[in-house]
T-cell receptor
Framework: AQKITQTQPGMFVQEKEAVTLDCTYD???????LFWYKQPSSGEMIFLIY??????QNATEGRYSLNFQKARKSANLVISASQLGDSAMYFC??????????????FGSGTRLSIRP | KAGVTQTPRYLIKTRGQQVTLSCSPI?????VSWYQQTPGQGLQFLFE???????NKGNFPGRFSGRQFSNSRSEMNVSTLELGDSALYLC?????????????FGPGTRLLVL
């Protein structure tokens, strides 16, 4: 069964520092996608970055990068030069291909990131 | 390009009532998924619709149902509301729901059951 684990319930980081948010996953499907979302206090889930299981290189999107270690089944999010606006909940998510066209996305429990000025 | 829209944004109901939430996906997206988010249970998958058919379902009681229309708009219905149904209900859309496709979320509907 697919599973996502985020072991850091909360983190405090000084502004302009880099931060790594941990995510490990478990799946028996060789084809899957990994996602990171940001959820500010307003509630909307904002897509940040995607990594496919067959991608050879780590994904990057501006200040966000994904440290993908397939053998360890980890997909950590790295935010460089953190900003006050980065304070939010961050969710790691996974979607398997499945054995049919149907596949659902599951989410980890989230990490609440707080940036200190 | 317009994003995912959800209506209403806020809703207050009493126990035993029923509620219908609406979601309009991004234009061209045919897969719509629904999630329930609560402080205690986190984000939980409710169901996914594609081309007017439910093709995946989470572990929720039959009081939770949904449907999708030919224009890909989706509704979810909760009957006989319970206090524990108070939550943020999020809708997400993607083109076809493949494992490599990003789901884009709406702003959510906050439901309070009194």
């Amino acid at each position: 069964a697919q599973k996502i684990t985020q072991t850091q319930p909360g983190m405090f980081v000084q502004e302009k520092e880099a931060v790594t948010l941990d995510c490990t996953y478990d799946t028996s499907d060789p084809s899957y996608g990994l996602f990171w979302y940001k959820q500010p206090s307003s509630g909307e889930m904002i897509f940040l970055i995607y990594q496919g299981s067959y991608d050879q290189q780590n994904a990057t999107e501006g200040r966000y990068s994904l440290n993908f270690q397939k053998a360890r089944k980890s997909a950590n999010l790295v935010i460089s030069a953190s900003q006050l606006g980065d304070s939010a909940m961050y969710f790691c998510a996974m979607r398997e291909r499945g054995y049919s066209s149907a596949s659902k996305i599951i989410f980890g429990s989230g990490t609440r990131l707080s940036i200190r000025p | 390009k317009a994003g995912v829209t959800q209506t209403p944004r806020y809703l207050i109901k009493t126990r035993g009532q029923q509620v219908t939430l609406s979601c309009s996906p991004i234009s061209g997206h045919r897969s719509v998924s629904w999630y329930q988010q609560t402080p205690g249970q986190g984000l939980q998958f409710l169901f996914e619709y594609f081309s007017e058919t439910q093709r995946n379902k989470g572990n929720f009681p039959g009081r939770f149902s949904g449907r999708q229309f030919s224009n890909s708009r989706s509704e979810m219905n909760v009957s006989t509301l319970e206090l524990g149904d108070s939550a943020l209900y999020l809708c997400a859309s993607s083109r076809a729901g493949g494992e490599g496709e990003t789901q884009y979320f709406g702003p959510g509907t906050r439901l309070l059951v009194l």
